[in-house]
């Protein structure tokens, strides 16, 4: 970079390289599409949530154990958490300007997300494979 | 910035943010990003209930008293009214998307109807499971 300042270095040449990662539409799509996921399925989960709030553990872990419903838990674990990781990463990239606490908080969101699927989704196969302990 | 703009004049600053008006529009997009944020939280304590289910009765007996305390309720109906903006707030962008419903006056009535969903379809959803003695 030490030759950026040269005043023959065009501010085009300057700019080269620096430009965006190329992976802007992909984040976009996965935005909208795990979006779209995310409606029949926070509907099913409004549902369900009424339905389990006031249940005992058998009839919740019974409830779970069924295929359909581990199955629609998982998917929702997986559409949140893809959405989330991706608006959470653009919020932080918006309002957070210094590289290292953004890369720290882009890695940590990330970290975050993984591991609450990865928790969700054992726990409901656990229970699902296993049925009500 | 002033770099890159050698030999033209200092470009002007945007507006501070504290000058202008609020608007629906404007509205939306912070209340939103705030909804994310409540959602995120959300999938947190899913995953955790997950957990506490699997652990066994007397962790989920543990986990779902928490839950149920004054702050826990008051927490999850923020949660559902973040879940109902979110599901509103999607089908609207969807129509961005098909470039459709840009016009000032159909963004904020778009935006007004989300907010409105959000928080008529929050309350029916506790109403409802107030009503069949859910909580």
């Known amino acids: 970079m030490s030759t950026s300042n040269s005043p023959f270095r065009t501010p085009l040449s300057r700019a080269r390289g620096l430009g965006a990662a190329h992976h802007g539409v992909s984040h976009f799509i996965s935005e909208r599409i795990s979006g779209l996921a995310l409606v029949p399925l926070f509907i099913w989960g409004a549902f369900a949530g009424i339905r389990l709030a006031g249940a005992d553990f058998d009839t919740v872990a019974a409830w779970v154990a069924i295929p359909l419903n581990a199955v629609l838990l998982s998917l929702l674990f997986v559409a949140l958490l893809v959405h989330l990781k991706n608006a959470i990463q653009l919020v932080i990239e918006d309002y957070v300007e210094a590289f290292a606490p953004k890369a720290a908080l882009v890695i940590g969101n990330l970290f975050v997300c993984i591991l609450a699927g990865a928790v969700g989704i054992v726990s409901i196969l656990k229970i699902a494979f296993t049925g009500a302990l | ?135």
């Open chain 2, 1 to 135: 910035m002033t770099e890159t703009s050698r030999g033209l004049p200092e470009r002007p600053l945007s507006p501070h943010l504290q000058v202008w008006r609020w608007h629906i529009t404007m509205a939306c997009s912070i209340l939103h990003r705030a909804s994310l944020f409540a959602l995120y939280v959300g999938v947190l304590l899913l995953a955790g209930w997950a957990l506490s289910l699997a652990s066994g009765p007397d962790h989920y007996a543990c986990y779902t008293g928490l839950l149920g305390s004054l702050i826990g309720k008051l927490l999850l109906f923020g949660i559902t009214v973040a879940v109902f903006y979110n599901v509103g707030y999607i089908v609207r962008q969807s129509f961005w998307d098909l470039g459709k419903g840009f016009a000032p006056k159909t963004a904020d009535m778009t935006g007004l109807a989300v907010i409105a969903f959000a928080i008529v379809a929050a309350a029916v959803t506790w109403i409802i499971a107030a009503a069949t003695g859910a909580i």
